[in-house]
Every structure is written in structure tokens, then in C-alpha cells.
């Protein structure tokens, strides 16, 4: 193993690339922190993409009292839409009467509460609705007849991580992934961290360690960080399936379940019907989760309570699976954890400081990282103490959250022959910076070879030279959503490409950053 000369101090120091890590990054950076982020794989490699890919106050979470939890999550919803609109819009949810269940009182009661908890300003308020006579009511059983329609919003949760971190690096932090934290230990003013990345060594050193390694936070402080902590972490596995579209309307459903339990079937990429989420104790060992047989078979067995058409194992086209990182409350049950977040400061006797960030979710990430930076404030007194993330667009999000469509128009028609499709796709991913990937092109030849679907050589480029994209499993499946398109023989193609492109470049750089 090389072990490089320099040694680099920094405010900061981030062990975790999901969201709450790259969340924190963004914050701390963009108040003048100098910050180095590391990430032992790829940004959103674990929990951060095995979400509901939703941005919602959590409907669920009123049942449990978890009146602050839901009110900050409302609060958020509209705040990140406009920071996102390119990875983030409004999604209309019905929610339909099962008798025997809640009742119907009780459902417009915490509808109500929904409404006017959080602040809602942009998006629609809950109606009533007849099934019997609605568009939503068509792709359910017969016996529904009432059903209630509220709003939340959908997003693209792997693209807001990489999003996030990239914001960061433009604002001058140093992030690092496929690199590997190998010990951390006190000296007297910093941390000393050692890291690994493609078998060379480095050591950093840091005012401040920011412990958000997600699943692995309890691990990561007490066997990296050598800190002993009385918080203890729950690890909830939910899973997800994803099948062929059940239905054509553009609206998402919310059942309630007979054990207590909700799932929702969401329109995914439109071709497809995502219904989740699961929830079952997982352990106290981290590894990589798969959604089980009697997992999908839950999942299949309640969306087939409410539709029409038959959901069997045999229509899923992809199941996936992640752990999330709940702080262990004492909650009886998996789905009664509270997803609130918390944070613990240790700088016991006036040594440097460690934050390790327990729970949380992807809707309060911002939040999450604003309260971290609050925390930190008295051992960085040269960053900004003034909160700025909520007025900031993310890269590519410069637009009003009713233009995606006028953008796609701008795409089409400067670049001529454009499908419209592609487009759509585009401007989703990338907002306003999908003319990046389309400058110089003048017809759709110009962007390269197509790999399948409508990855082309032009945008699988950008992802490398611009998101830290390395490999295949990298672009279709946090960058992209593609790989549900792709076939063996495709993806085996796209790996090759990236590979000798890779070696072209002289590998990918395995920071983009301004120098601390």
C-alpha cells in the first residue's frame, strides 16, 4: 500500500455518502467550512435509494403522536420542490375507505390535520372522492365506493444524494467516495483519520468528525471512532416491488392494511407501478438486504386486496430491499419506530468533537443537516451561522416548479430531431443542466452510440466526468432508473464502455472538489 505525504486539515470531516452525509456537506460547505466528505462505495449505494421515493409528512406518523416529526416533513415538501423541481413534484394520493378498517371519520380527521400541520401553500388540499364514478376508482375491486385524495410529493432519491454532493463540491468541499475510512482517533485540536482509496493511504485531520454512516453508525463510532455511546440503533429492512403499470391515471394509492400497516402503488418511470414498503426488524449486522419471498408475497397479497388486476410474484420485474437506521426508542414493533432523527454530540472532558446522526429520512434531510450545523456552531466559529439551503437551488433546479414542461420545449427545439421522451427524461434528471449533455449536438447522432433505451454515449460521459459515476450499476440504478430496461447483454455492453472510457481518462478522479 502507498501512503501519501500530505496531510490536510479541514473544519469537517463526513463519514457517509447518503443523504444525510452529502445533506450536511452542502450545508456546511456553502457557510464556509472547508469539509471533506468520504463514502466507502457509491453516494446513495445503501438506504438512501431503497426508499418509497417519496417526499411526504408520513400520513401514518399521526397515528404514533409524531406531531413534530410530521410537521417539519410537511413543512419541507414544498421548500425541497422548489429547491428540486427537476427530481421533485407534486403527487396526488387516494386514499380509499376500507370498511372494517379506520373509519371514515378518522381518516378525514387526520386529513385535516394533514392539510394545516405544515404550512401548505402550492399544493392542492384533500377532497372526497367517489370511486364508484371516478377515474380512480376504475382499477380498483367492486365495493369501494369512498375514497379521500391528499397531496405529497415523489422524488428521484438516489439523484437528490448525488445532487447534494454535488452542490458541495462546487461550494468547495472535498468528496471523496470509494474511499475508505480506516481509523479515526483524538489528538489533542483534531481528529486523525486515516483513509483508503485504490490501495494509496492517506491521512486528514479535522476539527470536527460528522458520523452519518447510516446503518453503520454504531460500528463506524465505536470501532472506527473508538467511541463508546448509550444511543442504541434499530435496523428496520423495508422492501419494495416493482411491477408492470397497474393502472393509466397519473395519481398514486395509499391502502391500509388489515395488520395495521399502510402500502402505497406509486406510477414509477412510466412504464411501471411501485408498491412498498415493508417493515421487519432486521438485526444488529449491517449487510447488503434482499427483499424475500414472504416479503414480495406480503407486498403482491395487499396490493391484490384493493385491484382488480391479479399482483403475483410472477409480475415483479424488481424487488429491492434497504435497511434504514432508526433510533431504537423502545417501539415494540418495526413500523412503529419513530423515523425522527437524532442527533448526539460527543465532546465529553473538551475533546474534539464527534456528531453521530441517528434515524432520520429523506424528507427531512435538509432539516436534519441545518439542526447538525446548529450543533457544531461552537466549534466552527468561522462558518456563517445563517441557515441558507432552503432558498438554494440544487444543480440543475434553477426554474420555477411549474416550468418542466416549458424546459423540455427549450431542449426540443434547440436541439432539432430530440425525441420527446428523451427529453422528458432529461430535464427530470437534470433540469436546466441537461443542455450540458445535448452542447455541441446538433442531431441525435451526435450524441454517440445508444446502449438501450436512450442511454447514449453523450450522457453516460457526463455522469462520469460530472457525478462520480464509475460503473454500470452506478448509472442505471442511482443515476438513472434505466436498468429496469436494460438486458444482461446491454449492461454488460455499458460496463465495457465505462471501463475502457475510464482508462482513457486515466480513471476517474476520485474527488471533485476546491482544494482545502
Given at each position: 500500500m502507498t501512503r501519501q505525504a500530505t496531510d490536510p486539515i479541514y473544519d469537517i470531516a463526513i463519514i457517509g455518502g447518503g443523504v444525510n452525509g452529502c445533506g450536511i456537506a452542502r450545508d456546511a460547505a456553502g457557510r464556509g467550512a472547508s469539509v471533506v466528505l468520504f463514502e466507502q462505495g457509491d453516494f446513495a449505494g445503501a438506504t438512501s435509494s431503497a426508499s418509497t421515493k417519496l417526499i411526504h409528512g408520513g400520513l401514518r406518523y399521526l397515528e404514533q403522536y409524531e406531531f413534530r416529526l410530521v410537521h417539519e416533513a410537511l413543512a419541507e415538501r414544498e421548500v425541497l420542490w422548489k429547491i428540486a423541481p427537476h427530481i421533485i413534484g407534486p403527487l396526488r394520493f387516494v386514499l380509499p375507505h376500507h370498511k372494517g378498517l379506520?373509519?371514515?371519520?378518522?381518516?378525514?380527521?387526520?386529513l385535516f390535520i394533514y392539510d394545516h400541520l405544515g404550512g401548505r401553500r402550492l399544493l392542492p388540499a384533500?377532497?372526497?372522492?367517489?370511486?364508484?364514478?371516478?377515474?380512480?376508482?376504475?382499477?380498483?375491486?367492486?365495493?369501494?365506493?369512498r375514497g379521500f385524495e391528499y397531496s405529497d410529493c415523489r422524488v428521484d432519491d438516489s439523484r437528490l444524494v448525488v445532487l447534494n454532493a454535488l452542490d458541495a463540491a462546487e461550494r468547495g468541499a472535498d468528496i471523496r467516495p470509494r474511499t475508505r475510512v480506516v481509523s479515526a482517533r483524538r489528538e489533542s485540536e483534531f481528529w486523525r483519520i486515516e483513509v483508503?482509496?485504490?490501495?494509496?493511504?492517506?491521512?486528514?485531520?479535522?476539527?470536527?468528525?460528522?458520523n452519518a454512516a447510516g446503518p453503520w453508525v454504531h460500528q463506524v463510532l465505536s470501532e472506527v471512532a473508538g467511541v463508546s455511546s448509550?444511543?442504541?440503533?434499530?435496523?428496520?429492512?423495508?422492501s419494495h416491488i416493482v411491477v408492470r403499470k397497474l393502472y393509466d391515471h397519473d395519481r398514486a394509492y395509499i391502502f391500509q392494511n388489515p395488520d395495521g400497516r399502510i402500502i402505497f402503488a406509486i406510477p414509477y418511470h412510466d412504464d411501471f407501478t411501485l408498491i412498498g414498503t415493508t417493515d421487519r426488524d432486521f438485526g444488529h449486522t449491517?449487510?447488503?438486504?434482499?427483499?424475500?419471498?414472504?416479503?414480495?408475497?406480503?407486498l403482491c397479497a395487499a396490493a391484490d386486496e384493493y385491484f382488480r388486476a391479479p399482483v403475483s410474484p410472477d409480475d415483479v420485474v424488481w424487488a429491492y430491499s434497504g435497511v434504514r437506521p432508526l433510533y431504537d426508542d423502545g417501539a415494540s414493533k418495526a413500523q412503529e419506530a419513530t423515523r425522527d432523527y437524532v442527533l448526539e454530540?460527543?465532546?465529553?472532558?473538551?475533546?474534539?468533537?464527534?456528531?453521530?446522526v441517528f434515524g432520520g429520512k429523506i424528507t427531512t434531510y435538509r432539516r436534519l443537516a441545518e439542526h447538525a450545523m446548529r450543533k457544531l456552531a461552537p466549534f466552527l466559529p468561522a462558518a456563517s451561522a445563517r441557515p441558507?439551503?432552503?432558498?438554494?437551488?440544487?444543480?440543475?433546479g434553477d426554474f420555477g416548479v411549474e416550468d418542466r414542461a416549458r424546459l423540455e420545449g427549450q431542449l426540443r427545439r434547440a436541439h432539432a430531431g430530440l425525441d420527446e421522451r428523451l427529453a422528458r427524461r432529461l430535464v427530470r434528471s437534470y433540469g436546466t443542466r441537461a443542455m450540458r449533455i445535448l452542447d455541441g449536438a446538433r442531431t441525435p447522432g451526435d450524441l454517440g452510440s445508444v446502449f438501450g433505451a436512450d442511454l447514449t454515449e453523450a450522457e453516460v460521459l457526463h455522469l462520469m466526468r460530472e457525478e462520480w459515476a464509475l460503473t454500470a450499476e452506478d448509472v442505471l440504478w442511482r443515476r438513472t432508473k434505466l436498468g429496469l430496461h436494460f438486458s444482461a447483454e446491454e449492461t454488460a455492453a455499458l460496463e465495457d464502455f465505462m471501463r475502457r472510457a475510464g482508462e482513457m481518462a486515466g480513471s476517474p478522479p476520485a474527488t471533485r472538489s476546491v482544494p482545502a
Amino acid at each position: 500500500m502507498t501512503r501519501q505525504a500530505t496531510d490536510p486539515i479541514y473544519d469537517i470531516a463526513i463519514i457517509g455518502g447518503g443523504v444525510n452525509g452529502c445533506g450536511i456537506a452542502r450545508d456546511a460547505a456553502g457557510r464556509g467550512a472547508s469539509v471533506v466528505l468520504f463514502e466507502q462505495g457509491d453516494f446513495a449505494g445503501a438506504t438512501s435509494s431503497a426508499s418509497t421515493k417519496l417526499i411526504h409528512g408520513g400520513l401514518r406518523y399521526l397515528e404514533q403522536y409524531e406531531f413534530r416529526l410530521v410537521h417539519e416533513a410537511l413543512a419541507e415538501r414544498e421548500v425541497l420542490w422548489k429547491i428540486a423541481p427537476h427530481i421533485i413534484g407534486p403527487l396526488r394520493f387516494v386514499l380509499p375507505h376500507h370498511k372494517g378498517l379506520r373509519p371514515a371519520w378518522l381518516l378525514r380527521l387526520g386529513l385535516f390535520i394533514y392539510d394545516h400541520l405544515g404550512g401548505r401553500r402550492l399544493l392542492p388540499a384533500t377532497r372526497t372522492l367517489d370511486l364508484s364514478s371516478d377515474v380512480t376508482g376504475r382499477p380498483l375491486r367492486e365495493g369501494y365506493r369512498r375514497g379521500f385524495e391528499y397531496s405529497d410529493c415523489r422524488v428521484d432519491d438516489s439523484r437528490l444524494v448525488v445532487l447534494n454532493a454535488l452542490d458541495a463540491a462546487e461550494r468547495g468541499a472535498d468528496i471523496r467516495p470509494r474511499t475508505r475510512v480506516v481509523s479515526a482517533r483524538r489528538e489533542s485540536e483534531f481528529w486523525r483519520i486515516e483513509v483508503e482509496a485504490g490501495g494509496i493511504s492517506q491521512l486528514v485531520h479535522a476539527r470536527v468528525l460528522v458520523n452519518a454512516a447510516g446503518p453503520w453508525v454504531h460500528q463506524v463510532l465505536s470501532e472506527v471512532a473508538g467511541v463508546s455511546s448509550p444511543a442504541e440503533v434499530r435496523l428496520v429492512q423495508g422492501s419494495h416491488i416493482v411491477v408492470r403499470k397497474l393502472y393509466d391515471h397519473d395519481r398514486a394509492y395509499i391502502f391500509q392494511n388489515p395488520d395495521g400497516r399502510i402500502i402505497f402503488a406509486i406510477p414509477y418511470h412510466d412504464d411501471f407501478t411501485l408498491i412498498g414498503t415493508t417493515d421487519r426488524d432486521f438485526g444488529h449486522t449491517p449487510g447488503a438486504p434482499v427483499a424475500s419471498a414472504e416479503e414480495i408475497a406480503y407486498l403482491c397479497a395487499a396490493a391484490d386486496e384493493y385491484f382488480r388486476a391479479p399482483v403475483s410474484p410472477d409480475d415483479v420485474v424488481w424487488a429491492y430491499s434497504g435497511v434504514r437506521p432508526l433510533y431504537d426508542d423502545g417501539a415494540s414493533k418495526a413500523q412503529e419506530a419513530t423515523r425522527d432523527y437524532v442527533l448526539e454530540l460527543d465532546d465529553a472532558d473538551g475533546q474534539v468533537p464527534v456528531l453521530s446522526v441517528f434515524g432520520g429520512k429523506i424528507t427531512t434531510y435538509r432539516r436534519l443537516a441545518e439542526h447538525a450545523m446548529r450543533k457544531l456552531a461552537p466549534f466552527l466559529p468561522a462558518a456563517s451561522a445563517r441557515p441558507w439551503t432552503g432558498g438554494a437551488p440544487l444543480p440543475g433546479g434553477d426554474f420555477g416548479v411549474e416550468d418542466r414542461a416549458r424546459l423540455e420545449g427549450q431542449l426540443r427545439r434547440a436541439h432539432a430531431g430530440l425525441d420527446e421522451r428523451l427529453a422528458r427524461r432529461l430535464v427530470r434528471s437534470y433540469g436546466t443542466r441537461a443542455m450540458r449533455i445535448l452542447d455541441g449536438a446538433r442531431t441525435p447522432g451526435d450524441l454517440g452510440s445508444v446502449f438501450g433505451a436512450d442511454l447514449t454515449e453523450a450522457e453516460v460521459l457526463h455522469l462520469m466526468r460530472e457525478e462520480w459515476a464509475l460503473t454500470a450499476e452506478d448509472v442505471l440504478w442511482r443515476r438513472t432508473k434505466l436498468g429496469l430496461h436494460f438486458s444482461a447483454e446491454e449492461t454488460a455492453a455499458l460496463e465495457d464502455f465505462m471501463r475502457r472510457a475510464g482508462e482513457m481518462a486515466g480513471s476517474p478522479p476520485a474527488t471533485r472538489s476546491v482544494p482545502a
